[in-house]
């Protein structure tokens, strides 16, 4: 039998080769990996058409409350009230037009996967008249209406029609791009299955 004195020297090499617990460090499944398609597209005339088409109608309405505010006790109120309406409608119709026209115009595609989760999301950017409108689509929703042939892209995101004009900006992946407008997924992953046979 070995000694108190040998038992206690023992314990702790024997602590020091004892298997340390296993440190698991969890996954972040809210992360998203991104791969950008396409950026900064729209150009230049696009991008200040949105804040004109808006810096103009307030414009025209500080210019009609004015000219109604401003009126001479003699004038016709009708004819006053006809000329800032008649300005007022100018100006909403050039911003509706512009904002029509900013809507189908296509910024930024990023194609998105979450940690953990096979499926692939895509996210388009639209350029807007006052903020960029961001889209989530799954990549089956992209239907190519027409193309023609170098940088110009029409197509329909759901219900959406939409346009892209890659020359104005940025091309990263154009294979990646082609493939989107074919409702293809840039990345296709099987489903591992069980051996047969294999005991439960």
């Known amino acids: 039998m070995l000694s108190r004195r040998a ?16 440190i698991q460090v969890p996954v972040d499944k809210s992360k998203v990996h991104e791969t950008p398609i396409v950026q900064n597209c729209g150009g ?11 810096f103009q109608m307030y414009c ?3 210019l009609s409350g004015s000219l109604v505010y ?5 004038a016709n ?10 300005i007022c409608s100018a100006s909403a119709t050039a911003f509706f037009g512009a904002k029509r026209m900013c809507d189908k115009v296509v910024t930024d ?11 692939e999301f895509v996210r388009v950017s639209v350029l807007g008249v006052g903020q960029k ?5 799954s990549p ?11 940088d110009a892209y029409s197509f329909a995101l759901g219900s959406r029609k939409l346009q892209l004009d890659t020359s104005t900006g940025e091309c990263v992946n154009r294979k990646g791009l082609d493939m989107l407008m074919q409702g293809r997924p840039l990345v296709t992953r099987k489903v591992k299955q069980g051996k047969k046979g294999s005991r439960k």
Do not use: Y
């Open 70 to 74: 401003q009126a001479d006790a003699s």
């Open 140 to 150: 089956k929703d992209f239907k190519l209406l027409g193309h023609d042939g170098q």
């Open 60 to 62: 025209a309405l500080l």
């Open 109 to 119: 595609i990023v194609t998105c996967r979450k940690v953990g989760d096979p499926n």
């Open 133 to 137: 409108e961001v889209l989530e689509a």
């Open 77 to 86: 109120m009708l004819e006053v009230l006809a000329t800032s309406g008649a």
């Open 44 to 54: 230049d005339l696009m991008r200040w058409m949105g804040p004109g088409s808006r």
């Open 7 to 22: 038992v206690t020297l023992a314990s702790p090499l024997a602590r020091g080769f004892a298997a340390k617990p296993t």
